[in-house]
């Protein structure tokens, strides 16, 4: 909304490691007017990020890799986690590129279409991280089982290939835990149809 202002009133690098984290102090416009006092507030910083769920409109399969995830194992959850490729945006690429290079080095997949599904931010309260998501069109065949990932990243992911209905069972048995992976679930689950009729051809 217009008039709505953020006064930094300081801007600091608290921890600078794998990841980073800076500390703000800031005041920032009231709903009922005037002007917070200053607050203090750390940001977890690691870029941006694109992410891609596979799909073979003729084969009717998604492909999700699984990896060690220390986020999933510190909350309780199971820590090798089945999700959408993703990877982080380095500069000068773009969302749509960086989803097409990660296809191929996670999943040794080629993308030959892409339709954009959402842009959102990761977690507002304490990160800028923002996620592009996309469905990429591939061919599945031979796909599955595969262990992928560069080695000097420590990756080791493994690639699986699902009959779409099994994709739209974990969707409504509440079985994906990472909203990147669920959003992109559910948008294939909404579009299904649409996406299958686009890319027959």
Not at 113 to 122: E, G, R
Request: some cysteine.
């Amino acid at each position: 909304m217009s008039g709505r202002r953020v006064e930094v009133h300081d801007h600091e690098i608290a921890y600078d490691g794998y990841f980073r984290i800076e500390r703000y102090t800031v005041s920032h416009s009231l709903h009922d007017g005037g002007m917070s006092k200053p607050l203090v507030r750390e940001l977890f910083e690691r870029g941006h990020a694109s992410a891609v769920l596979p799909y073979d409109p003729v084969r009717d399969e998604v492909v999700l890799v699984e990896q060690f995830r220390i986020g999933a194992h510190a909350a309780g959850l199971p820590a090798w986690e089945l999700e959408t490729v993703a990877g982080i945006i380095e500069a000068g690429e773009t969302a749509e590129d960086v989803a097409r290079r990660e296809t191929e080095e996670e999943a040794g997949l080629t993308v030959t279409d892409m339709i954009p599904i959402a842009d959102y931010l990761s977690s507002p309260g304490g990160s800028s991280e923002t996620v592009s998501v996309f469905c990429g069109r591939v061919d599945t065949t031979g796909a599955g089982g595969k262990v992928k990932g560069l080695a000097h990243e420590g990756e080791d992911i493994l690639v699986s290939v699902l009959p779409y209905a099994e994709l739209e069972a974990m969707v409504r048995r509440m079985e994906i835990h990472n909203a990147m992976t669920l959003i992109a679930a559910q948008w294939l689950v909404m579009n299904h149809d649409e996406v299958r009729q686009r890319w027959s051809g």
